[in-house]
């Protein structure tokens, strides 16, 4: 089963830009993953499919400033122009073998 | 619009039984895969359990194998969670969630998720 790992928390200027990662197990360096957005009090919010290739595919609704790219095993998602409401916990999903896997989520502060 | 609406959290006994729902609109039910995940207070997500499109075949975590059920009832597009013999660490936020494609579980990513019902486990 892959491991995601996740730094727990991350901060970054308003108006600024801020890369966020998700990293697999080794083995599993190759798999797609997912990004959730999940604001104070609320449920998840998919955000993104992300690709090894650095490939991706944004739900519906997602804004341009939410961006996806791949290194490796590194899985990161990119937020520009930070905005006050981008403050929350982020997750990384994967999925292997009949079960669904999440990292521990990063928690975002806006300054 | 997709929609995904929780019910039947509760404060319950250790050894208490619970039914969640989760009625869904705006698309079947039968057609994809489909999943509870939990949050424990102030912790990250967590999978608890999936069933396969039509129902065929399902799936849970270690932690509640054996004491959970999920289950589907095609003609009201509703998804179920039965849970019995429960845990005061089974306390959390049960949120269901859509696969984005395909009847097959683990297969894709959650692309839709229900606002959450609160499960609390304590005497």
């Known amino acids: 089963q892959p491991v995601v790992t996740q730094s727990s928390s991350a901060s970054a200027s308003l108006g600024s830009s801020v890369k966020l990662t998700c990293t697999l197990s080794?083995?599993?360096?190759?798999?797609?993953v997912a990004w959730h957005q999940q604001q104070p009090g609320k449920a998840p919010r998919y955000l993104m499919k992300?690709?090894?290739?650095?490939?991706?595919n944004k739900g519906s609704g997602v804004p341009d400033r939410f961006s996806g790219s791949s290194s490796g095993a590194d899985r990161h998602l990119t937020i520009s122009n930070l905005q006050s409401e981008d403050e929350a916990d982020y997750y990384c999903e994967t999925w292997d073998s009949s079960s669904q896997v999440f990292g521990g989520g990063t928690t975002l502060t806006v300054l | 619009e997709v929609q995904l609406l929780e019910s039947g959290g509760d404060l319950v006994q250790p050894g208490g039984s619970l039914r969640l729902s989760c009625a869904a609109s705006?698309?079947?039910?039968?057609?994809?895969?489909m999943s509870w995940v939990r949050q424990a207070p102030g912790k990250g997500l967590q999978w608890v359990s999936t069933i396969s499109g039509g129902a065929y075949n399902t799936y849970s975590a270690d932690s509640v194998k054996g004491r959970f059920t999920i289950s589907t009832d095609k003609s009201k597009n509703i998804l179920y969670l039965q849970m019995n013999s429960l845990r005061v660490d089974d306390t959390a936020v049960y949120y269901c969630a859509k696969q984005l494609s395909g009847s097959s579980p683990a297969t894709d990513a959650f692309d839709v998720w229900g606002q959450g019902t609160m499960v609390t486990v304590s005497s």
């Open positions: 080794s083995v599993h360096s190759n798999y797609i």
């Open positions: 705006g698309f079947t039910l039968n057609n994809y895969a």
């Open positions: 992300l690709e090894g290739s650095g490939r991706y």
